[in-house]
C-alpha cells in the first residue's frame, strides 16, 4: 500500500512564505513524476507545478517565478517552496505521485490527503 503524507501548510500573510513537503512510502518501485495541485473554495483542483525524476519541471503561469519544485529521490520526498504568497494561492495543496509499485506494474497516481494553504492580504 502507498501512502502521500503532506506537511507544512498553514496561515501566512501575502508577501511571505512557506514550505511544503511530501513523502511517499509503502511499496513503490519506481515513482516516475510527483506534482502539487491546489484546489480553491468552489473551483476545480489545477495543476501547480510537477517535477519529473530526471528533475524536468513545469508550472502554471499564475505560480511561475514564484514557487520552486525539488526532489529527493532517495527520500521519495517532493518540496515546494513558495515565495511572495498572494490570497489567490489560497486553497487545499494536494501532493501527487504517478509511481509503479513493481517492475512490470502500470504506472498509477497516488494521491495525499491535502494540507490548507491560507494567505492572509
Known amino acids: 500500500q502507498v501512502q502521500l503524507v503532506e506537511s507544512g501548510g498553514g496561515l501566512v500573510q501575502a508577501g511571505g512564505s512557506l514550505r511544503l513537503s511530501c513523502a511517499a512510502s509503502g511499496y513503490i518501485f519506481r515513482i516516475n513524476v510527483m506534482g502539487w495541485y491546489r484546489q480553491a473554495p468552489g473551483k476545480q483542483r489545477e495543476l501547480v507545478t510537477v517535477i519529473t525524476n530526471g528533475n524536468i519541471t513545469n508550472y502554471a503561469d499564475s505560480v511561475k517565478g514564484r514557487f520552486t519544485i525539488s526532489r529527493d529521490n532517495a527520500k521519495n520526498t517532493v518540496y515546494l517552496q513558495m515565495s511572495s504568497l498572494k490570497p489567490e494561492d489560497t486553497g487545499v495543496y494536494y501532493c501527487?505521485?504517478?509511481?509503479?509499485?513493481?517492475?512490470?506494474?502500470?504506472?498509477?497516481?497516488?494521491w495525499g490527503q491535502g494540507t490548507q494553504v491560507t494567505v492572509s492580504s
Open positions: 501527487n505521485a504517478r509511481l509503479a509499485v513493481a517492475a512490470k506494474s502500470l504506472l498509477n497516481d497516488y
